[in-house]
Nanobody, 121 residues
Framework: QVQLAESGGGLVQPGGSLRLSCAASGRTLTYYSMGWFRQAPGKEREFVAAISWSGGSSEYADPVKGRFTISRDNAKNTVYLQMNSLKPEDTAVYYC??????????????WGQGTQVTVSS
């Protein structure tokens, strides 16, 4: 199994930007489709964005379309989530997940430990 570690979270003002990173170890990310998910206090974990192993396909949840961009650098074994125009409702713990098949990317086999994103003035 691949081990994942998120970083890049923090406190940002509304309208600001953050870039999250998800670094893999144990296995190369080249074999995996990757997803970002988030969980706000008192809510269930929800899908945010996903990208295929090659980067050729991606998908986004409606609340983040046009504001968030998922990308990957397989040479660095890292996946990114660029978050722009952040809103208070984006506040959550953000997780990355790995899944062999893009069709099942919303049900990862491996998870990172999460990174906190807080959007507040």
């Amino acid at each position: 199994q691949v081990q994942l570690a998120e970083s890049g979270g923090g406190l940002v003002q509304p309208g600001g930007s953050l870039r999250l990173s998800c670094a893999a170890s144990g296995r190369t990310l080249t074999y995996y489709s990757m997803g970002w998910f988030r969980q706000a206090p008192g809510k269930e974990r929800e899908f945010v964005a996903a990208i295929s192993w090659s980067g050729g396909s991606s998908e986004y949840a409606d609340p983040v379309k046009g504001r968030f961009t998922i990308s990957r650098d397989n040479a660095k074994n890292t996946v990114y989530l660029q978050m722009n125009s952040l809103k208070p409702e984006d506040t959550a713990v953000y997780y990355c997940g790995a899944q062999r098949w893009f069709a099942n990317v919303r049900r990862p086999d491996s998870w990172g430990q999460g990174t906190q994103v807080t959007v507040s003035s």
